[in-house]
């Protein structure tokens, strides 16, 4: 294996489009390990090593993995002679995807019985491992849309527009001008075009959505991180959103209703998500909670055309409960990743 420095940015930059969380430093610490001939024993090594210097999850173990296999391992193919160190430690061949084991659980490969040297992909799948000193599980959660998934989903809510100071050039209406006096008097410039969204997001907090709070500042922390979103405003509420919100997630820190949604345009207005299980939780049905529900509603419509609710909970538990009244008020949608990318749609205006 021959200069492994060669793909090693290549592939590392791929990487960060798919959204690792690399930097410079990560960098810099695999050329150092390559440079010292840690991983270069084999491709399985190799593979081992850029999991242990730059997943931080699961999830960006996942994408290593298959990116290894597809930009890296067929490199290595023809990089690496057969019959030699790989043939001598007993590794398998590099042409078969299914050779090339390159599951790592973080410090500690999960080995298959018989076999002390190959990790095994289905054992590191696992979504717990025993601390064998403590005896007791160490759980990882599992929700049901990873960050990287919602973070990519929410760039896509763009609305543009041009604000700002006119610098860019607008040929039409030079020529236009142009036309219109005999003379070209100078450019026509207009302003820039920017992405306008604005999100107004409504989270319920306590009582039913405790279990569900991981989920949330999941959610939350993925639309933050996002950067495509001009604007994004979070508010709470308990049960149902009422006259007043929150600023605070301890329900600390009142704004007035009036004061976020403001008479404008339908059309034009923030595109508003709620995420609330909306009763569906308890599984029973509250009157008082479906009218304040509709009421809510009811305002929000008269300011903004886009708006979407999602329910955390399935919804085979929506049923017989105030969630199926209020998913007939509002367009609901699960908190799966086709849901949420139908709600995106929803109040980015691109479906009805």
Not at 86 to 94: H, M, N, T, V
Not at 219 to 241: A, D, R, T, W
């Amino acid at each position: 294996m021959r200069n492994p420095e060669n793909f090693l940015f290549p592939f590392f930059d791929e990487l960060r489009r798919e959204g690792l969380p690399l930097g410079v430093e990560e960098y810099l610490e695999a050329v150092a390990c390559l440079r010292a001939g840690i991983g270069l024993e084999a491709p399985r090594r190799l593979a081992q090593t850029l999991c242990l210097i730059w997943a931080k999850s699961r999830e960006d173990r996942e994408v290593l993995q298959r990116l290894f296999r597809k930009r890296i391992a067929p490199l290595l193919q023809h990089e690496t002679p057969r019959g030699k160190a790989e043939k001598e430690e007993g590794a398998p061949e590099i042409g078969e995807a299914r050779d090339v084991s390159l599951e790592v659980s973080f410090g500690q490969a999960v080995m298959k019985p018989g076999e002390p040297d190959e990790p095994d992909f289905q054992r590191a799948e696992r979504p717990y491992e025993l601390d064998r000193e403590t005896g007791q599980f160490q759980l990882t959660p599992r929700f049901p849309v990873r960050r990287r998934e919602t973070t990519r989903a929410f760039r896509g809510l763009r609305r543009m527009g041009r604000i700002g100071p006119p610098v860019e050039l607008d040929i039409d209406e030079t020529v236009e001008t142009i036309g219109k006096t005999g003379f070209f008097l100078g450019p026509v410039l207009r302003p820039l075009r920017k992405n306008m969204s604005a999100l107004l997001l409504l989270m319920d907090r306590h009582g039913s959505m405790d279990p569900f709070l991981p989920m949330m500042e999941n959610l939350e922390e993925s639309i933050l991180k996002g950067g495509m979103l001009g604007c994004v405003e979070i508010l709470y509420f308990h049960n149902c959103p009422t006259r007043l919100l929150y600023e605070q997630p301890n329900l600390t820190g009142p704004v007035p209703l009036e004061n976020i949604l403001k008479e404008e345009d339908r059309a034009c207005g923030p595109c508003t998500l709620i995420v609330g299980d909306a009763g569906a939780a308890r599984g029973y049905f509250d009157k008082e909670r479906e009218e304040a529900t509709e009421k809510f509603l009811r305002r929000v419509g008269d300011c903004t055309n886009n708006y979407a609710w999602i329910n955390p909970v399935p919804p085979s538990r929506w049923p017989g409960s105030t969630a199926e009244k209020v998913a007939k008020m509002a367009p609901m949608f699960p908190l799966t990743e086709d849901g949420l990318k139908d709600a995106i749609d929803r109040i980015g205006g691109r479906t009805v």
